[in-house]
């Protein structure tokens, strides 16, 4: 639940770990991560495959529960709410974007992205226009009446990004969001990414290895084994 | 509300995308409601027959007599005429008289039918001619001579079996021996006017149907009856006139007892309860087997989906609306699955047996159960009551088939959902 407006870090980290265990085998995910981000930071978390970025951004959005520490979202510390309380969290604080953009099926691209103001008891025709004034913004309008199955894979992503930020969250995370488009794709997908962080200051978190995002961002924390090897603020 | 709106329309959408597969499911479903309507109509018209044809041979649907009548069958426990002007008056208020066809008086005494060349132990019934032409139709049964008429005093009518057993024909004399109502064994001289055959081998040899008037005065018992056999136009308002009737003669401490039909014939009563038990297994199987196809297709559904549910739960639904999503999914898809069933059943049946099923091919001669005879024809029965029980049926099959996928929909981990690859 919302308490006014928050004015701390939009997250913050403290000591969160990440521990699998398999039989007697213990893999440690992530460790030890301290981070604080602010509102309106465009966050990139770089690193190669299986340094942790994934596991981190599932911590930071309630999706995971860390080991040990402790993740704060707007000030609220994730770790000391209930399933409930972190499943009413993500729905008015946090958007995802997923590598693979993950629209439901069955839904057009309207119902799509309109998704988290239906669940939060938008009424039907401001649903409708700020969903159309968003797809207009992102370069997809007129497809709002489409199914995911006939939208192209950029398309179907921007669909997912106006998903995310439709209820302005404090927090949007994006996990590989241009991992499967291609090169003009991506890029016009992090133009509109950026303006909408620049715009309605939602702060944006990546995990990537793609190159042109890590240029872009303006805030790049390396993992490496789960840790932080870098934190660099340009 | 709108969540719930929100979480049916997802499961209505995923049922029609999993379109061959719910198909299958559903066709399934709508064979089993629909053999189950078909056969329940046909079922409920064979034992509606049975009870038609007990209940007229018998004490009716519903019996006005002494209490302790049912065992002792004594005239000691006979119904006075004071006591039948009572019944009477219970059954003249008008919310009973409305479902009323006929009342029957009947005196019966356990006796010995004897002739010049035998012997034999038979039921007598002192009967109103007239009434029980209406009641009983054993004056459709007639083989030889006719049935007891408003002018007869010293005349039986018998059954066929008798009167092989006692070398009787129409217009021979025959002595009736029973207990009168002083204890003493008494004797009638009567002259058979009527010969009938039932099918029925225990009616056939065992029923002596002779006027009332002249059972009372043999029996010493002027103006009494043993007890007063109402036929009703339906069984399915017996025990509601059962209720009206014992609250009119007075209530469980009356010195009048009411009787439905189960309890005067407890056979044919046992003999319906037995049917209906062996279709009630066999749906049991039947539903057993759609309820394991619906949990297969639900649960396919739920796994092949892992990532979507892991999607809405990164959304901001809550477990339990996870769950719900895949529960509702199966009810759903049963429950359009058992209307579809029900009215493909009706029409059916309808369209094809309102007139009859006919299966006297199967039957050689007359095949007999508790007392009464098949009959080769079964006309099906549409009982609005039945139809609830098997909607109620289906969607009970419903919840039960979908609680597994949603207790795996519930229990699905986002962050390895994100992982899932159908």
Redesign the interface.
Known sequence: MTTGAPTGPAVRTEDVWKIYEQDDLAVEAVRGVTVEIARGEFVVLAGPSGSGKT?LL?ML?G??APTRGRVWIDGRDLTAMS??ER??L???RVG?V?Q?Y?L????TAEENAE??L??R?VPADQRRDRVRALFERIGIGGLEDRRPSKLSGGQQQRVAVA?AVIGEPALVLA?EPTANLDSATSLALLEVMARLNTEIQTTFVFATHDQRLIERARRVIQLVDGAIEYDDRR | M??LR?LLR?AA??V??QARRSLLTATATVLGTAVMVFSFSLGDGAHEDWIEQGVRLGRGHVAIQRPRFQASRHLDDRLTPAALERAQAALADPEIAARVLTVAPRLEVQGLASSASNAFPVFITGVDPEIEARFSHLSDRVIEGRYLEAGDRLHAFVGGRLADRLNLEVGSRLVLTGQDAAGEIAGQFVRVVGIFRTGIPEADEGIVHVPIRTAQEWLGVSGAATSLAVLLQSSDVVEDTRGRLRQAVGGETSDLAVLTWPEVTPELAAAIRVDNFGNYLFYGILFTIVGLAIVNTVLMSVLYRT??FG?????????GETAAVAFSEGVLLTFAAGIVGMALGLAVTWGLFRQGLDYSGLLEGDFTISGVVLNPVIVPLFRGARLLQGAGAILVIGVLASIYPAVRARRID??EA?KFEA
């Open positions: 596991t599932n959005g999706l995971t399933e409930r499943a009413r993500r729905l008015e995802f997923f693979a993950n439901l099926p069955v839904l998704f988290s239906l669940l008891g998903r996990d | 709108r969540r929100l997802l959408r995923n029609r995308r990532r979507e999607v809405l739960r990164a959304l901001g639904l809550t477990r986002v962050a994100m």
